[in-house]
Structure formats: C-alpha cells, structure tokens
C-alpha cells in the first residue's frame, strides 16, 4: 500500500477538473502510456477511462473505473492492468491556505500484486505516486494560473 500527500498550490476544484478531463489520465498517470477512450458519463461512478500503459512495443490496453465521486473532496477508482492485476486509488482533497492538500491512497485488490511483498510494493508505489502528484500539481496548478 501507499499513501503519499501533497501541497498543491490551486483549488480542490481546480485539481477535480483535472481529475473529471479523462483525456488528462496519461498526463499525470506514471505508465499510463495513451488514452484510448474516455465514457461519456467519466467521471460518474461505473464510467471508464480506456488506457494503455507500458512502453512500445509491450503495451498492454485495459480500463480504470470511476467507483465513487463527490468532487472537490474524494474520489476513488479500480485502475486494471491485467496480467498485472487491478489496484484501488482513492484521492481525498483538503482545503489548506495555501491551496489544498491531496491525498493518494493505491493498493493492490486482485491479482499478482496481492502476493508481492507489502514493502516492496510500498516503496515501488511510493516513488511512481509522489511523481503522479507532482504532476497532477502541475496541470492543476497550470489551470489556476489560467
């Protein structure tokens, strides 16, 4: 499991905006490598995000769902990337004042992930979610200069 924060200098609603423009996944989704297709009704609970992640040539296409949202404050979602197995991502926003805190919660629900070792996992998905943050900062940020 993972758990990474950090001080983004714009609204809570400025990074849900980043969050609710599907399109924007692989922008601030380490491995997320292109978006294929975004649902409709992304980012309602059951919508997907149809993604592709890892490197030409070994790319392996699969989907992340929208499980619950209640923007600017929580959302959560079912990132999958099978054989790899499917994870779970929440992301809590706080107001602060300076902009707000975001909060990023990943762990492993189904697959091989489940049998990797807790700390191993950890300090995998520490290092790939502190730079999904700091680009999420940065497109959020980006927003509220605009």
């Known amino acids: 499991m993972s758990v990474r ?3 983004i200098h714009a609204t809570p609603e400025a990074v849900f905006e980043v969050l609710a423009d599907g399109w ?3 922008s601030w989704v380490v491995g997320s490598a292109r978006i294929r297709d975004v649902s409709d009704a992304w980012p309602a609970p059951g919508a997907e995000i149809h993604h592709s992640f890892g ?15 209640d923007a600017p404050r929580h959302a959560k979602f079912v990132a999958r990337g ?5 994870a779970v991502v929440i992301i809590d926003v706080k107001r602060h004042k300076d902009g707000c805190v975001v909060r990023m919660e990943e762990f492993a ?4 992930g489940l049998v990797v070792p807790k700390p191993l996992m950890a ?24």
Do not use: C
């Open 5 to 7: 924060h950090r001080l």
């Open 109 to 112: 629900s189904k697959g091989p």
């Open 55 to 69: 490197s030409w040539p070994v790319v392996i296409d699969d989907t992340t769902s929208s499980v619950e949202w």
């Open 24 to 26: 924007l996944f692989a």
């Open 82 to 86: 099978w054989p790899i197995g499917e």
């Open 123 to 146: 300090i995998a998905l520490n290092i790939r979610n502190t730079e999904a943050l700091q680009r999420l900062a940065w497109l959020a940020e980006g927003r509220a200069g605009r």
